[in-house]
């Protein structure tokens, strides 16, 4: 996230989108990370288990399995500058 500020210049990350992969263990605190500086956090998560267990404690707010709807919600986010976490059970790869 810091690192976003620094490239762009800017504290308001509304619009931008975050992507990473991986809920497990820290990582799972990027996706509220992105929810404190208000972009668009995705993160992908191959096991439906840690995903799903990221979801019920809060860390993320929206959890998406399909590609399609992803990309959607992702457009309806940066359009209305919508801070959100999504975790995307998949492959980082397949979204990047």
């Given amino acids: 996230m810091n690192a976003g500020r ?18 497990g263990g820290m ?3 990027q996706t ?8 668009v ?7 439906e288990e840690a995903a799903k267990k990221r979801y019920n404690q809060g860390w993320c707010k929206e959890l998406i399995y399909d590609m399609n709807q992803l990309i959607e919600r992702i457009r309806e986010c940066r359009e209305k500058k919508i801070g959100t ?4 059970v998949g492959n ?4 990047w």
């Fill in 27 to 29: 990582s799972g605190a």
């Fill in 92 to 95: 980082v790869v397949h979204v």
């Fill in 85 to 88: 976490s999504i975790g995307y």
């Fill in 41 to 47: 956090g995705v993160v992908a998560e191959v096991s």
């Fill in 32 to 39: 509220k990370a992105c929810q404190l500086l208000g972009c």
């Fill in 6 to 23: 620094k490239k762009f210049q800017t504290t308001d990350l509304r619009g931008r989108v975050f992507l990473s992969s991986g809920m």
